[in-house]
Structure formats: C-alpha cells, structure tokens
C-alpha cells in the first residue's frame, strides 16, 4: 500500500494545530494533543507532518513536528478501544514517555513502547522527529514471555536493540516495495518481542553473553570493509574462541555469516540512498561496504529488499 502524507501545511496557519489534532487521530487513534505554545497555537500557526504507510495489519508512520504535550486518556480509548503497542525510535529531539506509573526519556537511537489500551502521554519539548510502528496485540502476545514494560528505554546501539532500530529505518515509508517491506515488518514485530523479553534484569550468564555479543556486532560493525573479516578475525579481538563465539549467536537468532551479510547491505541501502555519494558508482559502494564480488552483491540485495541497488537509487533520487 502506498503511503499518506498528512501536513499542516495544507490550510490556513490559523486552522493549523486543530487540523494536527484531526489528522493524528486519524493516523493512530484518538489522543489528545496540547500544544506548547497553548493560546498562541491558533495565531501563530503549528507545524506538523505525518506520513504513514500501513503493512498488513502492521503499520509504520514518520511524524515531524513542534514541541507539543500528546495525552491518550479514559475518554480517548473508550471512543477509539485498540489492543496493541507503538513502538517509537526517536530520530531527533527527545521525549518523555509516561505509562503506568513509569517515565523515559528518549534521545535521538532510543525506543521506547507504550500499549494503546491504557493511558499514556508523551512530552516533546522542542521541535521533533520519530518513527511508529504499529504491532496489534494479537501478533506480539504470543511471542512474549513476559509482561511488557511500557514507558522503558530500549537503547539501540547494538544486539537485539540495533538490529530493530535499522529494520525500522529500513522501513521508512517509500523506502521498500509493498512485499518485502510487508515481510520486514513481520520481522521487526519478532524483533520487538525479543527486544521486550530482554527487558527482565538477566542472570549472570545471560548478561556475559549479551555482553558478548554486543561486543561482536560492534566488531562487526567496526570491520565492515575488511577483506579479511571472519569468524577467527572477531573472535581473536574478543579474546574468546571460533566456537565460543558461534554459541554467542545462537542465541542471537542469525549466525556470524547472517550479520556480516546483512550489516553490509544495511550500509549499502543508506549509502545507496544518501544524496551526498550520489556521485559513486554501485560498485564503489559495494566494495566500500565490504563485498569484493559485485555479482554477488547485486544478488543477495535484490534478495533482501525486492529491488536492485540502481532502482532503490533511482527511487530514492524520485
């Protein structure tokens, strides 16, 4: 499905911050939206854009606007009852998230998750950017192991957290095509559970080897472009053993070989994408995100994101 594009732009500055309360209800659900500004909203106008793209019964939005007080209150979800999770990745700004007697701050890589069945608020005091992406309840239930702990930050510098921040970037609206982006968020929902059932405080072993593997991603993410970047290479930086650290990605859920491949095509997509390197050649691009064999580079990212590097390129330039 194509994206929608909601913007106060659209009417007159005077019309602009009641437009912005209809427009995010129709987006999300009913909430009740304050503006920093209070009387002054009306006269000196109120920016604020929405563009969301709806995956199934998965959905993802990019919002940008002012500094604003967001409520979901008792009336709000009586008028709008909806049994799922907003998953939000700051991208500029901070927020303030406040559910059940719980509060986050999130900066720009943070994610927090709040549950549209009970009150909640958010507080943006300046002017903002995030991504939300939508998991009805049905989906995400089955594949917790815990309760969920809203209104708790989930940073995203590597492990599970990084691996969700980038499916979710990869997921921008015009980004994918319908298909593969629909697949994706399937897979980001997965994501999102193992995120939330990694929230309980973990026992000693568990944190050693989350350490662990925070450690190799970094590794892995620190070495993209060397030729020589394997198994034995990472694991003798670690200081542990080949086997030690392919029972460290076991529990990770995707093998050494999965998370070079994907980290160098993430790298690729965002260079691909990226107006200042419109100027390198796909091949360039490759071999600077790691692969030496192009063929093969062309292969595996049509794989992953249903186009080819030269037609993400073109439209991203459209």
């Given at each position: 499905m194509s994206a929608v594009t909601w913007s106060t732009a659209a009417v007159p500055r005077s019309r602009q911050f009641g437009y912005w309360r209809e427009m995010i209800c129709e987006a999300f659900l009913d909430l009740s939206p304050e503006s920093a500004g209070a009387g002054g909203?009306?006269?000196d106008g109120?920016?604020?854009?929405?563009?969301?793209?709806?995956?199934?019964?998965?959905?993802?939005?990019?919002?940008?606007?002012?500094?604003?007080?967001?409520?979901?209150?008792?009336?709000?979800?009586?008028r709008s009852p909806r049994a799922g999770y907003y998953a939000n990745l700051q991208l500029?700004?901070?927020?303030?998230?406040v559910q059940d007697g719980r509060a986050a701050v999130t900066q720009p890589g943070d994610l927090t998750v709040v549950d549209t069945?009970?009150?909640?608020?958010?507080?943006?005091?300046?002017?903002?950017?995030?991504?939300?992406?939508?998991?009805?309840?049905?989906?995400?239930?089955?594949?917790?192991?815990?309760?969920?702990?809203?209104?708790?930050?989930?940073?995203t510098v590597s492990g599970v957290g990084a691996a969700l921040r980038h499916a979710l970037q990869a997921l921008e609206p015009g980004s994918l095509p319908e298909d593969p982006a629909s697949r994706l968020a399937v897979h980001a929902g997965g994501l999102?559970?193992?995120?939330?059932?990694?929230?309980?405080?973990?026992?000693?072993?568990?944190?050693?080897?989350?350490?662990?593997?925070d450690a190799a991603l970094a590794d892995v993410a620190e070495h993209l472009a060397d030729d020589d970047l394997c198994?034995?290479?990472?694991?003798?930086?670690?200081?542990?053993?080949?086997?030690?650290?392919?029972?460290?990605?076991?529990?990770?859920?995707?093998?050494?070989?999965?998370?070079?491949?994907?980290?160098?095509?993430?790298?690729?997509?965002?260079?691909?994408?990226?107006?200042?390197?419109?100027?390198?050649?796909?091949?360039d691009i490759a071999a600077d995100a790691g692969f030496a064999d192009v063929t093969h580079f062309h292969r595996v990212f049509r794989r992953a994101y249903g186009c080819t590097p030269a037609q993400l390129r073109r439209g991203q330039a459209g």
């Open positions: 909203a009306a006269r109120f920016r604020g854009r929405v563009t969301q793209r709806r995956l199934g019964r998965l959905a993802i939005a990019q919002i940008g606007s002012q500094a604003q007080r967001v409520r979901r209150t008792e009336a709000d979800i009586a500029r700004g901070s927020c303030r998230t069945e009970r009150p909640f608020a958010f507080e943006l005091s300046d002017d903002f950017a995030q991504l939300s992406f939508y998991v009805p309840g049905q989906l995400l239930h089955p594949q917790l192991e815990q309760p969920v702990r809203t209104a708790t930050r989930i940073p999102l559970a193992v995120a939330l059932n990694g929230s309980a405080d973990p026992g000693p072993g568990a944190r050693r080897r989350a350490g662990q593997l198994p034995a290479t990472t694991a003798g930086r670690l200081g542990i053993s080949v086997r030690q650290l392919h029972q460290v990605f076991a529990g990770h859920g995707r093998t050494f070989g999965a998370e070079l491949r994907r980290q160098r095509l993430e790298q690729a997509r965002r260079d691909l994408a990226d107006p200042a390197r419109a100027g390198l050649r796909v091949i």
